[in-house]
């Protein structure tokens, strides 16, 4: 069970969710996301796994992403699939080294920096669905 984050870049990155259009968007390659992946691993000291390009993987002590990017050489959004803790780092780093933004899959809303997410109310919901268990 996973919390999951949409990676996206528009134009702008200023539209609001209804205001997306396909036409705006600017699409991240997977060697894009696997350069980024690289770079916050060591300034994290967490450890990435970006063999398969379409499926890409950074794990620390506290928490664990999956980048499901896809099979082609470009997409237009990258979902995260994260377990165990939030990873707040990752948050506020990758939209601002990507010039991308995050919208929390759990509420439709984009992340801001400083600001809470649905995190800990989404942790509340899998622990009580999963007995407490990470």
């Known amino acids: 069970m996973s919390w999951d984050v949409l990676l996206i870049r528009t134009k702008t990155n200023r539209e609001s969710m209804d205001e997306i259009k396909s036409e ?57 699939h994260i377990r165990g803790g939030e990873p707040k780092e990752v948050l506020a780093l990758l939209p601002v080294d990507l010039n991308a933004r995050l919208i929390d899959c759990s509420t439709g809303e984009f992340i801001r920096t400083g600001e ?19």
Not at 29 to 45: D, N, P, V, Y
Not at 122 to 128: E, K
Request: aromatic share 10%; hydrophobic share 40%.
């Open 24 to 80: 705006n968007i600017i699409p991240f390659s997977q060697a894009e996301i696997a350069h980024e992946i690289g770079k916050l691993a060591a300034e994290l000291g967490a450890v990435c796994d970006c063999q398969d390009l379409s499926w890409q993987n950074l794990d620390s002590d506290g928490w664990s992403i999956e980048f499901n990017i896809g099979k082609n050489a470009e997409t237009e959004s990258v979902m995260l």
């Open 116 to 134: 809470a997410t649905s995190f800990e109310r989404w942790r509340a919901y899998r622990d009580q669905i999963l007995g407490g268990v990470d």
